[in-house]
């Protein structure tokens, strides 16, 4: 009768415990003008060795500034890169706005991207680490039966900035970051519980939600209203 007790006890605060803090700013250096036409892109940055903006979290921003009807349309990071090898590729992709003016001489691929209407792109960069970690949960099989027990958490920091560079005048158009911090924790009385603070998740939307913003902001129906 005192396993079930404890097991609740547990879970309550480990439950309450798990929770995230997002951090967002944001500078803007223009007013974003979004026409009806007007698509954007969202991708990340992977020049470093050491780590990479993962694909899953642009995929997730991408479908954050498109929710909620917000009349965004976003190319899909895939489509757009594989469309437009080598020139998105880690090596060759442009690092300041001033570089697409460059890029754009090539005819061919000045036509490829007025194919897709490109009016923005959205460079994101960051990363989501495992900071710190700490206790154990232990699990054995006897003849009586099996089970995990012990008690573990570790924290996660999401640290994500996101530039949007308007294509048509090669310009900075405004830069918006997210960081977030969370503890997990794993309690485990016979069968483990992970407890996530789901800390990328929450940079994401965000991040995300304030990039829809600003594009929400520029659109022809926010200007009419």
Same mark, same amino acid.
């Given at each position: 009768?005192k396993t079930p007790k404890l097991f609740i006890t547990l879970f309550s605060f480990a439950a309450l415990s798990a929770?995230?803090?997002?951090?967002?700013d944001e500078y803007q250096n223009a007013q974003a003008e979004?026409?009806?036409?007007?698509?954007?892109?969202?991708?990340?940055?992977?020049?470093?060795?050491?780590?990479?903006?993962?694909?899953?979290?642009?995929?997730?921003?991408?479908?954050?500034?498109?929710?909620?009807?917000?009349?965004?349309?976003?190319?899909?990071?895939?489509?757009?890169?594989?469309?437009?090898?080598?020139?998105?590729?880690?090596?060759?992709?442009?690092?300041?706005?001033?570089?697409?003016?460059?890029?754009?001489?090539?005819?061919?691929?000045?036509?490829?991207?007025?194919?897709?209407?490109?009016?923005?792109?959205?460079?994101?960069?960051?990363?989501?680490?495992?900071?710190?970690?700490?206790?154990?949960?232990?699990?054995?099989?006897?003849?009586?039966?099996?089970?995990?027990?012990?008690?573990?958490?570790?924290?996660?920091?999401?640290?994500?900035?996101?530039?949007?560079?308007?294509?048509?005048?090669?310009?900075?158009?405004?830069?918006?970051?997210?960081?977030?911090? &969370?503890?997990?924790?794993?309690?485990?009385?016979?069968?483990?519980?992970?407890?996530?603070?789901?800390?990328?998740?929450?940079?994401?939307? &965000?991040?995300?939600?304030?990039?829809?913003?600003?594009?929400?902001?520029?659109?022809?129906?926010?200007?009419?209203?």
């Amino acid at each position: 009768m005192k396993t079930p007790k404890l097991f609740i006890t547990l879970f309550s605060f480990a439950a309450l415990s798990a929770c995230t803090s997002v951090t967002i700013d944001e500078y803007q250096n223009a007013q974003a003008e979004l026409g009806n036409n007007d698509r954007i892109v969202v991708l990340g940055r992977r020049h470093s060795p050491e780590y990479e903006t993962e694909p899953d979290l642009i995929s997730c921003v991408a479908k954050t500034i498109a929710s909620n009807n917000s009349g965004v349309t976003v190319i899909p990071e895939k489509q757009f890169v594989d469309e437009l090898y080598p020139w998105f590729e880690p090596r060759m992709a442009p690092m300041q706005p001033k570089r697409l003016a460059t890029l754009i001489k090539e005819p061919k691929l000045k036509e490829k991207i007025n194919d897709f209407n490109l009016r923005y792109l959205v460079w994101v960069d960051g990363n989501t680490q495992t900071t710190n970690s700490s206790g154990s949960v232990g699990c054995a099989i006897g003849p009586g039966g099996g089970g995990c027990f012990g008690f573990g958490s570790w924290d996660e920091k999401s640290d994500y900035e996101a530039s949007v560079w308007d294509y048509q005048k090669q310009s900075l158009v405004a830069k918006v970051s997210a960081d977030a911090k &969370g503890t997990s924790y794993m309690p485990a009385l016979v069968v483990p519980i992970p407890l996530l603070a789901r800390v990328q998740s929450n940079a994401c939307k &965000g991040l995300g939600s304030q990039l829809r913003e600003i594009f929400i902001s520029g659109s022809p129906g926010d200007a009419q209203e």
